[in-house]
């Protein structure tokens, strides 16, 4: 929050889901790790609101093959994903060589405005 001078921001300490349980109903969510909660955390959200729209962020297959799992039981809709890799220099003599980062998923999903089972 200091750091990027960000002062509208509210840090709430915690871990999800626990830590979202007296949160108001949210419009958009945005999971960057699950801790392995992953379905709770969905349930929480869909229960404060059934429309949520859910981008969660993957750096391991487990996490992706959590965020499916979670959208196929919940039967959520408008399910985009996109991988993205980067690349970093680094001198190696007087040649530049591209070093590959890991991919990165970003999957978005909503829920179907219905109750959840």
């Keep these: 929050k200091k750091k990027f001078a960000v002062d509208n ?4 300490p915690g871990v999800a889901p626990e830590a979202m ?6 419009t958009h969510a945005f999971i960057g790790g699950s801790s392995g909660n992953m379905q709770d955390i969905i349930n929480l959200l869909l ?17 992706v093959t959590e965020a499916m799992n979670a959208i196929r039981d919940f039967g959520l809709e ?15 003599g007087r040649y530049h060589m591209m070093m590959g980062e ?14 959840i089972r």
């Design 21 to 26: 349980t007296e949160l108001p109903a949210p």
């Design 47 to 63: 229960e404060k609101n059934p429309k949520v729209r859910i981008v969660i962020n993957c750096i391991t297959l487990e996490t």
């Design 9 to 12: 921001l509210v840090i709430i």
């Design 78 to 92: 408008d399910v985009d994903i996109v991988q993205l890799a980067a690349a970093r220099s680094k001198s190696i």
């Design 102 to 115: 890991n991919p990165i998923y970003i999957i978005s999903c909503s829920g179907r405005g219905e109750e």
